[in-house]
């Protein structure tokens, strides 16, 4: 890959990622200064601000990779990991907290448990984020102790099995931190396909009911299914796409490594949550209103 291209895709990684942090760092603000003002902040907004502070932190790293590819310290090397890992599994369980509080609030089904969810989620939202921290730090805590020193095949370019080698504090095989990420990446992103088909379900049903009523019997739950699905499955497509490059970046594989590969991986990365970030201040009225407010203040300033 010659100099012109790999700074190409240098500057185009650290520009989407630039975009990307202040699309988040906007939702982190307004939410900040609502709750600031109210002293009190919707349980939408609390799970949006939660999201979006995780994904700085994933974006963060991701910029920092990019600008400084020739940091090998070990030091740098290991944080770097631990970080990304425990930025990338929190976004994935804030969505899935997003997209279980969009199905319980906004979905009609009438089922008893279902109901019973439906009037507790609010009161089970905290524990849920909580929860959600709590199992993001124990996912990167293994990452502390990987080894990242050499490629795991031998002479014969197979696989490794239950290796571990001469590097600073590294213990655990690479090849088990990857099967340990993949599963507990898998968990939340679960919880999420199933409470956005359930929500796309509801819609479906309620679209149907009404198809039989007045022309002008729309009223504000199909809007809000609507908007809400919108984001869900944008996020949806867009977090597959995100998670499939850092399954093809991080897979122990026994090739040499392609840069091509690794730099469109980290793009996809980085541009797969800017986008949705900002398509949830499009899709948000409150948030669209406060970026308007903003735009015009500079305007006139």
Same mark, same amino acid.
């Given at each position: 890959?010659?100099?012109?291209?790999?700074?190409?895709?240098?500057?185009?990684? &650290?520009?989407?990622?630039?975009?990307?942090? +202040?699309?988040?760092?906007?939702?982190?603000? =307004?939410?900040?200064?609502?709750?600031?003002?109210?002293?009190?902040?919707?349980?939408?907004? =609390? /799970?949006? &601000?939660?999201?979006?502070?995780?994904?700085?932190? $994933?974006?963060?790293?991701?910029?920092?990779?990019?600008?400084?590819?020739?940091?090998?310290?070990?030091?740098?090397?290991?944080?770097?990991?631990?970080?990304?890992?425990?930025?990338?599994?929190?976004?994935?369980?804030? +969505? +899935?907290?997003?997209? %279980?509080?969009?199905?319980?609030?906004?979905?009609?089904?009438?089922?008893?448990?279902?109901?019973?969810?439906?009037?507790?989620?609010? *009161?089970?939202?905290?524990?849920? $984020?909580?929860?959600? =921290? $709590? &199992?993001?730090?124990?996912?990167?805590?293994?990452?502390?102790?990987?080894?990242?020193?050499?490629?795991?095949?031998?002479?014969?370019?197979?696989?490794?099995?239950?290796?571990?080698?001469?590097?600073?504090?590294?213990? /655990?095989?690479?090849?088990?931190?990857?099967?340990?990420? !993949?599963? !507990?990446?898998? /968990?939340?992103?679960?919880?999420? &396909?199933?409470?956005?088909?359930?929500? /796309?379900?509801? !819609?479906?049903?309620?679209?149907?009911?009404? *198809?039989?009523?007045?022309?002008?019997?729309?009223?504000?739950?199909?809007?809000?299914?609507?908007?809400?699905?919108?984001?869900?499955?944008?996020?949806?497509?867009?977090?597959?796409? @995100?998670?499939?490059?850092?399954? $093809? =970046?991080?897979?122990?594989?026994?090739?040499? *490594?392609?840069?091509?590969?690794?730099?469109?991986?980290?793009?996809?990365?980085?541009?797969?949550?800017?986008?949705? @970030?900002?398509?949830?201040?499009?899709?948000?009225?409150?948030?669209?209103?406060?970026?308007?407010? %903003?735009?015009?203040?500079?305007?006139?300033?």
């Amino acid at each position: 890959m010659s100099d012109s291209v790999h700074k190409t895709l240098q500057v185009i990684i &650290v520009s989407q990622g630039a975009v990307g942090m +202040a699309a988040s760092a906007f939702i982190v603000a =307004v939410g900040y200064t609502d709750w600031a003002k109210r002293k009190k902040l919707p349980t939408c907004d =609390v /799970i949006l &601000v939660c999201l979006c502070s995780s994904r700085l932190l $994933l974006q963060g790293t991701i910029l920092h990779s990019a600008l400084l590819p020739k940091m090998y310290q070990w030091e740098v090397i290991r944080v770097h990991y631990v970080l990304l890992v425990l930025a990338s599994t929190a976004c994935l369980w804030f +969505a +899935a907290c997003l997209s %279980m509080f969009y199905c319980a609030k906004i979905s009609t089904f009438t089922q008893r448990y279902f109901l019973l969810i439906k009037l507790r989620v609010v *009161r089970m939202v905290p524990q849920i $984020l909580l929860g959600s =921290v $709590l &199992v993001s730090l124990i996912s990167s805590l293994p990452f502390i102790w990987m080894d990242y020193s050499v490629h795991l095949c031998n002479s014969t370019r197979s696989f490794l099995r239950n290796a571990t080698f001469d590097s600073p504090v590294g213990t /655990i095989s690479y090849f088990k931190g990857f099967i340990m990420f !993949l599963t !507990l990446a898998v /968990i939340p992103l679960l919880f999420f &396909v199933a409470s956005s088909t359930l929500l /796309i379900a509801s !819609l479906w049903r309620h679209t149907k009911e009404m *198809r039989h009523g007045a022309a002008d019997n729309k009223d504000l739950r199909t809007d809000a299914h609507i908007t809400a699905i919108k984001s869900l499955i944008s996020f949806l497509m867009l977090y597959i796409c @995100s998670f499939v490059a850092e399954m $093809l =970046v991080g897979m122990p594989s026994c090739q040499e *490594r392609s840069r091509w590969k690794d730099y469109f991986c980290s793009l996809v990365i980085a541009v797969c949550p800017s986008i949705h @970030s900002i398509l949830l201040i499009l899709l948000n009225v409150r948030l669209k209103l406060a970026l308007k407010n %903003m735009l015009f203040y500079m305007k006139c300033c």
